[in-house]
């Protein structure tokens, strides 16, 4: 890049600047994103500051975001075109971010300009800006209140989960800038076959969903759905085939909510994809057969995206000395699906762990956990977190430790890592060793020390490390 045009570049980060919360530049060389600029506005609650540039983006942002965060820069370099995507906060706050090539004569790096703000979630959102479907908030307003009438008119209200198989291959042949448009067409043909009674409603990409008054009508509609699908889509000359697996869900008596009666018609489906997929499957089918094995590669598909959506929760549970009278709290993660209701951890744990997210999972309740620590008032209780064996053994875990108390202005002393017996007996040479790296590199930082409890006598009850 010559002198003039980084001045340019420059001229142009400034400007942004006055308008969006964040704005930087990534340099991606070697396969990884670098930060060469950042502009944080000083109200702003960011993983990003000052003193980043010249760090790697995974170094600075935790797993969680940063591999999301990576696949989509790289598309917006692949591919030269501006990227925006969403990514919720919390339950009324949501990041909307925007990373734009910049063009280069330099074959020996890449740059991108990343822009951001923080905006409010709109509650009066009725439809979908892309596809005119109604939101799916919307749409558990409406069926929710079709549910309390029907049980009371005693009828029977039904939920078709659709799923488009095969998706991704599908997105390979027309590329992620056309899905939109055949999403809106699957839409289209799928609603000119509904009654005024139905509503059809978007889920997320692959997926949407259909209520309709009269169970028993519902297998027929299923098939009705399956067959304006049979016709290929044409997108820029290419002729598309889509096929669907549904799922089928009906009011009972035991049916209280709309979420439950959502995640029957997932289970269903789910079913469908795990038979071969363009199939149609009942709930009450489902309850009949064995699927022990069916619902951990559920679990591992929802637990892919319960940390973007922002499904899981933290619990303080507290804990206290009758000696001395002080508290001590324990984190406890607590996951609630839309799809699936509430997942007990040690259900999905077990899963997370054999499916390798755990370890993201973990630093994104060491964030939580820092950031509720670092806005209370009360500086001297702990807080406990617990560590899987995986995360015990990550090369990541002494940085991601170090970099979140610093980012939260947490001092480190305040947590305390629960170690299991099993984490420490699987190698408990490296085990040792990882708590002495830890020390070490705590003693350095300040002379602030972690805590971490084990259950294991040889290391004492509560070791400092």
């Not at 979420?259 to 997932?266: E, G, K, P, S, V």
């Not at 489902?286 to 929760?313: V, W, Y």
């Given at each position: 890049m010559t002198i003039q045009a980084n001045i340019q570049l420059m001229k142009l980060a400034d400007a942004l600047r006055n308008t969006y919360d964040t704005v930087y530049i990534l340099k991606y060389v070697d396969g990884r994103f670098r930060y060469?600029?950042?502009?944080?506005?000083?109200?702003?609650?960011?993983?990003?500051?000052?003193?980043?540039?010249?760090?790697?983006?995974?170094?600075?942002?935790?797993?969680?975001?940063?591999?999301?965060?990576?696949?989509?820069?790289?598309?917006?370099?692949?591919?030269?075109?501006?990227?925006?995507?969403?990514?919720?906060?919390?339950?009324?706050?949501?990041?909307?971010?925007?990373?734009?090539?910049?063009?280069?004569?330099?074959?020996?790096?890449?740059?991108?300009?990343?822009?951001?703000?923080?905006?409010?979630?709109?509650?009066?959102?009725?439809?979908?800006?892309?596809?005119?479907?109604?939101?799916?908030?919307?749409?558990?307003?409406?069926?929710q209140q079709k549910l309390e009438n029907q049980q009371q008119q005693n009828k029977s209200l039904a939920l078709l989960y659709v799923n488009i198989d095969k998706f991704n291959n599908i997105i390979d042949k027309i590329g992620h800038a056309r899905i939109e448009h055949i999403i809106t067409q699957i839409a289209t043909r799928m609603n000119s076959i509904l009654d005024n009674q139905s509503i059809l409603a978007r889920i997320t990409g692959d997926e949407l969903i259909i209520s309709i008054e009269d169970s028993e009508r519902a297998p027929r509609l299923a098939r009705d759905v399956q067959n304006s699908l049979v016709e290929p889509f044409i997108v820029n000359s290419l002729e598309i085939f889509v096929t669907a697996s549904i799922g089928i869900s009906a009011l009972t008596e035991k049916t209280e909510?709309?979420?439950?009666?959502?995640?029957?018609?997932?289970?269903?489906?789910?079913?469908?994809?795990?038979?071969?997929?363009?199939?149609?499957?009942?709930?009450?089918?489902?309850?009949?057969?064995?699927?022990?094995?069916?619902?951990?590669?559920?679990?591992?598909?929802?637990?892919?995206?319960?940390?973007?959506?922002?499904?899981?929760?933290?619990?303080?549970?507290?804990?206290?000395?009758?000696?001395t009278q002080r508290i001590h709290f324990e984190a406890l993660i607590r996951w609630f699906s839309p799809k699936l209701g509430f997942i007990a951890p040690d259900?999905?744990?077990?899963?997370?762990?054999?499916?390798?997210?755990?370890?993201?999972?973990?630093?994104?309740?060491?964030?939580?956990?820092?950031?509720?620590?670092?806005?209370?008032?009360?500086?001297?209780?702990?807080?406990?977190?617990?560590?899987?064996?995986?995360?015990?053994?990550?090369?990541?875990?002494?940085?991601?430790?170090?970099?979140?108390?610093?980012?939260?202005?947490?001092?480190?002393?305040?947590?305390?890592?629960?170690?299991?017996?099993?984490?420490?007996?699987?190698?408990?040479?490296?085990?040792?060793?990882k708590l002495k790296r830890l020390r070490s590199a705590w003693i350095s930082n300040s002379d602030r020390r972690f805590w971490c409890k084990s259950c294991i006598v040889k290391l004492s009850a509560r070791v400092a490390c």
């Open positions: 060469d600029y950042i502009s944080v506005k000083a109200d702003e609650t960011t993983y990003l500051t000052k003193q980043s540039v010249g760090k790697f983006m995974d170094d600075v942002i935790p797993r969680y975001r940063s591999e999301r965060m990576h696949s989509l820069f790289l598309k917006a370099l692949g591919e030269n075109i501006a990227v925006e995507y969403s990514e919720k906060i919390n339950a009324t706050d949501y990041e909307r971010i925007i990373s734009v090539p910049i063009e280069t004569n330099n074959v020996s790096y890449k740059l991108l300009l990343v822009y951001s703000e923080h905006m409010k979630v709109g509650n009066e959102a009725t439809f979908e800006m892309k596809t005119g479907l109604p939101s799916f908030n919307y749409f558990r307003e409406f069926v909510t709309v979420d439950r009666l959502i995640m029957q018609a997932y289970r269903a489906m789910f079913e469908a994809k795990q038979l071969g997929g363009n199939r149609i499957e009942r709930y009450s089918d489902c309850k009949s057969r064995p699927n022990g094995e069916l619902d951990s590669h559920m679990l591992e598909r929802e637990l892919n995206k319960a940390i973007e959506n922002q499904e899981f929760t933290v619990y303080y549970q507290p804990i206290i000395h009758l000696h259900q999905f744990i077990l899963v997370a762990e054999a499916c390798g997210i755990i370890e993201m999972i973990d630093e994104w309740v060491i964030d939580k956990v820092c950031q509720q620590v670092g806005s209370c008032l009360d500086k001297h209780f702990h807080v406990s977190v617990n560590l899987s064996t995986k995360t015990l053994e990550s090369q990541r875990l002494e940085a991601t430790l170090l970099n979140t108390t610093k980012r939260h202005g947490v001092n480190p002393s305040r947590i305390v890592l629960e170690i299991t017996e099993h984490s420490i007996l699987q190698n408990e040479a490296a085990t040792i060793d």
